[in-house]
């Protein structure tokens, strides 16, 4: 029997995502989290065969949540599950070290898909971010080509941020450091992709999505 860590913080969500994964995974114990502390100590507890992990929970550290999961459970697969944007984010975690991205409008085909893919060894990219590497020729090119790439986890986790329209003060809240470091980091991400202001960062993301996409 499967087991399976189910982290989201949306308790309607979580009952969603249960009903569909016992559906076509009949004999699977599947663990429910809301936390990001609640996911260590359930981590701590017992052995999982698949972390289903929602990046934005309470506690949650973005990338950093996948080197913590891996330090308590080495070998545990890690299937993200995020309502972030799939074509800026997914390859980022995937290199982080992530199994798979499903993105949390995916249909229920594609939810199955994506845990037995992962359940089974393999790693879970959509369509869409498969067309990305081949059309850059594998991640090495798309690195060269992707004026997003030469950010780090954590300039591109605050770039997410403030593209949500939050002030510096409120990623500090929400990333527990302070607004001088987060001044620090946005400015970093600003002067890596020349822009000058939030419209202007805006619109240069839009305009790498639209090419990744294959639009004009």
Do not use: C
């Amino acid at each position: 029997m499967k087991t399976i860590l189910l982290v989201e913080d949306h308790s309607i969500v979580r009952m969603g995502v249960k009903l569909l994964i016992e559906d076509f995974l009949p004999s699977v114990n599947i663990v429910e989290a809301g936390t990001f502390n609640e996911t260590l100590r359930q981590l701590q507890t017992r052995y999982f065969d698949l972390v289903l992990l929602d990046i934005r929970i309470p506690g949650g550290e973005a990338f950093q949540m996948i080197t913590r999961i891996r330090e308590i459970q080495p070998k545990v697969k890690i299937l993200i599950f995020s309502s972030q944007d799939e074509e800026l984010y997914a390859i980022h975690y995937v290199r982080t070290g992530a199994n798979g991205f499903l993105p949390k409008d995916s249909t229920n085909e594609e939810v199955e898909k994506a845990i037995t893919s992962v359940l089974n060894g393999g790693t879970y990219i959509s369509s869409i971010i498969q067309d990305q590497l081949v059309n850059n020729t594998l991640l090495e090119r798309e690195s060269k080509e992707s004026p997003l790439e030469i950010l780090s986890n954590r300039e591109l986790e605050i770039m997410d941020l403030l593209l949500t329209g939050k002030w510096t003060k409120d990623i500090a809240t929400d990333l527990n450091i302070k607004e001088s470091t987060v001044s620090t980091y946005k400015a970093r991400i600003f002067e890596k992709l020349e822009v000058t202001n939030i419209l202007e960062l805006f619109k240069k993301v839009e305009i790498y999505k639209r090419r990744q996409t294959g639009l004009n």
